[in-house]
């Protein structure tokens, strides 16, 4: 008989790596995707794609699958989703470890405003600079629409699905990106301030590098608090964790 799989949720570069470790180790996995990005990175091992349908649904997936424990791995910001897993894995008593990478933190010299949310981010902006790049992902960016005075270079992945501020330059990018790519940019489009989500990581960490560089000031979206559940910030500790029996190293 086949051992029980894992379950990561996924969309990240930890959810990836994991998988593939795990894939390598022997250990039965499988990912699952919400299925936004149209060309999405797969995880090594068996994937799944789209939501569930909610918590109650995840339960009887978890069930029904046999699935012996689930790994949280999504992004900071997918906020839904690890609620979602914390209800559904308590309900049917599946171990449960989120793994979410640390957050940045301003260093000497950075001007960060932290903000709650884009739609506070979309009132600070017009009032720090004039040419805002928006690194925020294309979900939320309807904040910004109503932006006349503002010339933004919005950055996402797949092309966003709502109305964008009439003044803009659309690039379609994924990471990683590099420092002398973020400076280029910042100098040909005269940028004067930067709009991110707190994401961490070393992946998208470059246009922060920039903006210290070119003394921009950074518009940052704090993290959504999340479910009260074992966690750890490395795909190293979230690989002891299962090999140890869904215990140790949290
Ligand atoms: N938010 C970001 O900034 C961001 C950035 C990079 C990558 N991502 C990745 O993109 C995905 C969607 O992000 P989001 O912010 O839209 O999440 P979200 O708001 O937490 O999720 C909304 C709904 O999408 C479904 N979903 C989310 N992640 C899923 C997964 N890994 N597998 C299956 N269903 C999933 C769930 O649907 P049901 O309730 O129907 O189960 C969830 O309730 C996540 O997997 C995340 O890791 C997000």
Redesign the pocket.
Known sequence: MSSPRVLI????GE?RELAGELDRAGVPVV???????SRPRLPAGEV????????E??ARWLDEQGIAAVVD????????????AAAACAAVAVPLLRVERPGWSPVEGDHWHWVDDLGQAAVAVPEIGSRAFVT??R?GLGAFAHDKRTWFLIRCVDPPEVALPPRHLLVLDRGPYTLERELALFDAHGLDVLVT?D?GGSQTEAKLAAAQARSVPVVIVRRPARPDVATVTTVAAALDWVQSGYRRGV
């Open positions: 949720l996924g969309g990240t959810a990912s699952s995707l919400a299925g936004r990005v799944r794609v789209g939501g569930f349908g909610g918590p649904a995840l791995a999504t992004h900071p910001f997918a906020e839904r989703m690890s609620v979602s925020s992902g979900q989500k994401s």
